[in-house]
């Protein structure tokens, strides 16, 4: 059973665990901080709850791919307390308060609270956008959610919409920052941590690769958070975006190619021996994480460098013409097959030609 002792400038004692930051009003709405109380506040059910707070707000950092951001859910449970009236009207939000002189950001909070709101309708959830006020996102905005059931976990509820907060947050700033760097290609990866040094290096070598394919580019890798940002600077600002991307299709493509294999085995020439050890240490070390984990039914195709979404790579390629059923995208190495939509096929004999490099 909840007990909750309202202990004046003490704090709030919930079963038996002292905030001493938490502050209320009326002895019916409360704010937390401590992390043992939240916990223990989202064992409970709505109804249960209601019996001895009409709202009350929780305040906790919460993981995006940028860091930790600061959000508040406000829980509301009706006027049941002071007023004894039916539960109803339930809902939960989580608020982004933001202080102007604090925003640090290369977008404005407006860009940002557009881009989100956007982002949020496509993920069709049953979570929406709402604004504090409607002309000034500064006043608060993020997703609300009305609960239909009274016996519904807290806790549960909050988890769901902590997920959807922050594959939404996610995908804004992925979407802003491109905006920004309309002449470099910006791919995003989340590593398993048992490999990701492996991925990393992997794809430090993707230069290389791409100047064995005539391609003269820099790369950066950054770590944020969870997620490692690959970006790619072609040194010829004309030179077509699509064709890289194309080309980092077919580089990720390769630690899962059997036919790789085989092929690189039996030609002798630096670029390929280069790139087979690298597709070789990738490999080794993704077979000793299998080990150490015991991933029996994992296998490289089936990561795909971490599950990475080729769809992304080939999203400005999915027009394809209606008349052939084929068309390249990298002249005799990568082709869009029109039936198979976003798959693609690899001439790997061609490509390792091409790559081919003399010793100077």
Known sequence: MLKVEFLGEEGIRVNGVLDKEAGYNDHVSGTFSNPKVIDLLSEYSFEELASHFNDFFIEKAVDVDSGKQTVSYYIYLGETVIRKTPLKNLHISIDFDFEASLWAKPWSV?????????????????????????????????????????????????????????????????????????????????????????????????????????????????????????????????????????????????????????LSGNMYDISLAQLRANVLHLKSQWE??????????????????????????????????????????????????????DAFTINLPEILRKIKRKLK
């Open 110 to 262: 407006l860009d940002f609270s557009s881009v989100f709101a956007s982002v949020l309708e496509k993920l069709k959830t049953k979570y929406c956008y709402y604004q504090s006020d409607t002309d000034d996102p500064f006043d608060g905005f993020g997703i609300k959610y009305d609960v239909e059931e009274k016996e519904m976990n807290l806790g549960i509820c909050l988890a769901e919409m902590t997920e959807t907060m922050q594959s939404a947050w996610n995908k804004t700033e992925e979407i802003l920052q491109s905006k920004l760097d309309k002449d470099k290609l910006i791919t995003y990866f989340h590593f398993p941590s048992s490999v990701k040094t492996a991925c990393k290096q992997y794809l430090i070598y993707f230069t290389q690769f791409l100047s064995d394919l005539g391609i003269e580019a820099e790369t950066e890798i950054e770590e944020k958070g969870g997620t490692t940002m690959l970006k790619v600077i072609p040194e010829n600002k004309e030179e077509a975006l699509s064709q890289i991307r194309e080309a980092l299709a077919v580089y990720l493509a390769i630690p899962g190619s059997q036919e790789f294999d085989e």
């Open 288 to 341: 000793m994480a299998k080990a150490l984990l015991q991933m029996k039914d994992a296998t490289i195709g089936q990561l795909q460098l971490c599950n990475y979404q080729y769809k992304q790579l080939l999203d400005g390629h999915a027009m394809t013409p209606k008349t052939a059923e084929e068309e390249d995208l990298i002249e005799g190495v990568l082709t869009v097959t029109k039936y198979k939509g």
